[in-house]
């Protein structure tokens, strides 16, 4: 099993304390949760750097699905961000998925405060590839609505086994580097919220979650947005563009970017379907694009895949609003 594989079913034990006494869904907290991973460049300059973007969740019946969003990579410096996109996750590539149906019953009787070694097998889709993943995790039950798994100590991350040595390779020649470490350590804190009652019952989130996607996009773009949950959600969107100063990055700045005609930033060399496609950034139809980019505009350069939650998509217009100039 690779580095990755260990490191990622790691989250699975995030869940698997509540199922039986809980018979509800959980949802991954983004917010509250880190994986980081360390490289070393020159043998050594050593540095730490991690991805935002992570999704989850458990139904009641105990299946578990976990996203790393692979285009949130954050290494602090935006045009490596892009690079790493590019060269060695792959554009294709979005995302790090992992699967796995979970026996509870070792955990069921957990309370608050306790803590226990885990063992989870599951199936880590990764850059077209699939995975079995087997192993071990220490879990904590925080309260009996939320959990918490930790590495206990470094997960050490084989390039080579993933596929991404001709990437780490790549980034190489373009720094002019003699040297990029190809193993990485890996560490995470992952925390997951049992979904409330509340939250099940509200008509907005149940109207987005079961419409149909073009019913669902439409939603996205009546809905006002949260302005500081869309902040967030822009992180996804960082290493590629720039909405508070009119500079181009691998993609167009997003300065007053709704209502403005698609195709139409200076400077900017856009592929022939956008410069093309004589439409405006109205809400509806950065809501389309925002949630399927290909399926929207096809021929378009843009590398991301999506946004997969309608209130996502709702919520970056509104920050995006909000940052107008």
């Known amino acids: 099993m690779t ?32 994986v980081a991973f360390g490289s070393v460049k020159k043998n050594t300059v050593g540095e730490v750097h991690g991805f ?62 306790d ?27 925080l309260t009996d609505g939320r959990a918490m798994v930790t590495t206990d100590g470094m997960i050490m991350l084989s390039m080579a086994d993933l596929g991404f040595t001709g990437g780490i390779d790549k980034l190489m020649e373009i720094a002019k580097l003699p040297g990029i470490t190809q193993v990485s350590p890996v560490t995470m804190r992952l925390i997951f919220d049992r979904d409330t009652g509340e939250a099940k019952a509200s008509g907005a989130k149940k109207a987005v979650e079961e419409a149909p996607k073009e019913e669902a996009v439409k939603v996205a773009a009546a ?15 960082k290493a590629c563009h720039v ?3 009119e500079k181009n990055r691998v993609g167009p700045h997003l300065v007053n970017i709704v209502g403005r005609t698609a195709g139409s930033v200076e400077g900017f ?10 439409l405006d950034w109205t809400v ?17 350069k843009m590398a991301f895949a999506g946004l997969r939650k309608e209130s996502q998509i709702a919520d970056v217009i509104a920050y995006l609003e909000s940052e107008a100039k």
């Not at 809905?223 to 969107?237: A, H, I, L």
């Not at 509806?284 to 378009?300: I, T, V």
């Open 52 to 113: 935002t973007g992570l999704s989850g969740s458990v139904d009641a019946s105990g299946k578990v699905m976990v996203e790393i969003d692979l285009t949130s990579v954050e290494t602090n410096i935006d045009i490596r961000n892009a690079r790493m996109v590019e060269h060695v996750f792959g554009k294709d590539n979005p995302t790090a998925t992992l699967t796995a149906q979970l026996d509870a019953k070792a955990l069921g009787k957990m309370k608050p405060g």
């Open 243 to 245: 909405v508070n100063k």
């Open 3 to 34: 580095g990755i594989a260990r490191a990622l079913a790691l989250t699975t034990a995030l869940v698997t304390v509540p199922l039986l006494a809980h018979a509800e869904s959980w949802t991954l907290s983004n917010d509250d949760s880190r």
């Open 284 to 300: 509806e139809n950065l809501s389309a694009y925002l949630a399927k980019p290909k399926d929207f505009l096809p021929g378009n």
């Open 223 to 237: 809905s006002t947005g949260d302005v500081k949950k869309g902040k967030k959600v822009f992180k996804k969107c």
């Open 115 to 141: 803590t226990a070694s885990v063992d989870v097998e599951g199936t880590l889709a990764i850059a077209g590839k699939d995975v079995a993943v087997e192993t071990t995790m220490f879990v904590a039950r």
């Open 269 to 278: 060399k856009y592929s022939k379907a956008m410069a093309g496609a004589g």
